[in-house]
């Protein structure tokens, strides 16, 4: 059934970690993250890769839906977005009993989630945690209309793309070495300051499912 698309692992850490990203991010990031969790796991279907097997579901689950807690106040730090918040996440993921060795695997997946050609190298967590994310930007054709409305019907896009860019440029410029050039950040800044809509809107603006 299509409604299978939403299902959330039932796991221990689903209720504190969707309870902190619905509090301390936008809901429009929210969504995001979690969007990205259900694609990631579409996308392992395609790809023949067994959640449970080949990539831990609960890792899964962690590193898409706190791949943003960077952008929140609390992951707000003097770093690169990314990799603070792959240090927020594993603050957050160590005492609610994930392992060590898992944390190491979620905190590279995080870190690298806006890194083509390194991410998908660098095993199945981190490739499908970026595959994931990526997805809800790109509207990939193994997402079928009715899996993406069933998905966009439960957590709506309310204009996500310029949610994440106002985040990223805002924590930019209170703090311009978040925001190195070259990086996502640093190029995010640098189009929003010479002209009010970034590259990334206007071609989330014709994408498949919009902004």
């Known amino acids: 059934m299509t409604t299978d698309v939403l299902r959330l692992p039932d796991d221990p850490i689903v209720g504190p970690v969707l309870e902190i990203i619905r509090a301390e991010e936008p809901a429009p990031i929210a969504n995001h993250s979690i969007r990205s969790y259900l694609f990631a796991r579409l996308l392992a279907r395609r790809d023949g890769l067994v959640i449970g097997r080949d990539v831990g579901e609960q890792a899964l689950f962690a590193a898409c839906v706190l791949h943003d807690i960077g952008l929140s106040a609390r992951g707000n730090g003097t770093q690169r977005f990314e990799v603070d918040g ?23 997946a995080i870190a690298l989630h806006t890194s083509p050609g390194i991410a998908e190298r660098r095993g199945p967590l981190t490739y499908l945690t970026r595959a994931g994310v990526s997805a809800d930007f790109a509207g990939p054709a193994v997402v079928t209309d009715d899996e993406a409305a069933t998905i966009h019907d439960a957590y709506p896009r309310l204009e996500m793309t310029t949610s994440l860019v106002d985040a990223i440029v805002d924590q930019a410029r209170g703090n311009p070495a978040k925001a190195p050039r070259y990086s996502i950040a640093g190029e995010l800044l640098r189009e929003r300051t010479a002209s009010p809509v970034t590259e990334m809107e206007k071609a989330m603006a014709t994408a498949r499912w919009g902004n």
């Open 86 to 108: 792959a240090d927020t996440a594993v603050a957050i993921l160590g005492p609610l009993g994930v392992p060590d060795d898992e944390c190491s695997l979620i905190w590279e």
